[in-house]
């Protein structure tokens, strides 16, 4: 990325993509959001799926089903090719063991020239209930 603007458009993009992605779980949408080598973190403290096929395979597991939720999301910083997206997630009150509840969540995406991440983490906190 050549600019703050620049990022910016790219994280709203990538954004966008990774929402389609969600309510999809769409092999192909989930691969085009991430470069070959990827690093995609699904807790800051536990170990990475590293590579595009890892990533599919490992986002496919712990999928959520379309509809079992809802997603509101800004971007809270860019920071050179670097986007941080403050966001709030709440599942539906029936599905799985995420049954109505609600997560702040922080990702950090490092993106490539061509806007793809080259690496994803996600920072979330579970919201207390009532």
């Not at 910016?8 to 999809?24: C, F, G, I, L, N």
């Not at 080598?37 to 490992?58: F, K, L, N, Q, R």
């Not at 496919?60 to 800004?74: A, G, I, N, Q, V």
């Amino acid at each position: 990325m050549s600019d703050r603007n620049t990022t910016h458009a790219a994280a709203r993009r990538w954004v966008d993509a990774y929402e389609t992605a969600w309510r999809t779980n769409d092999t192909d949408d989930i691969r085009a959001l991430f470069t070959d080598d990827a690093v995609y973190s699904t807790e800051p403290w536990g170990p990475p799926w590293t590579g595009a096929d890892a990533i599919v395979d490992g986002w496919l597991r712990s999928r959520d089903e379309p509809d079992t939720y809802t997603f509101e999301w800004d971007v809270a910083g860019i920071d050179g090719d670097r986007a941080f997206i403050q966001a709030r997630t709440v599942y539906a009150p029936e599905g799985d063991e995420k049954d109505g509840n609600a997560y702040r969540n922080l990702w950090v995406i490092d993106l490539a020239e061509n806007g793809r991440a080259r690496a994803f983490t996600e920072w979330y906190m579970k919201e207390p209930r009532g």
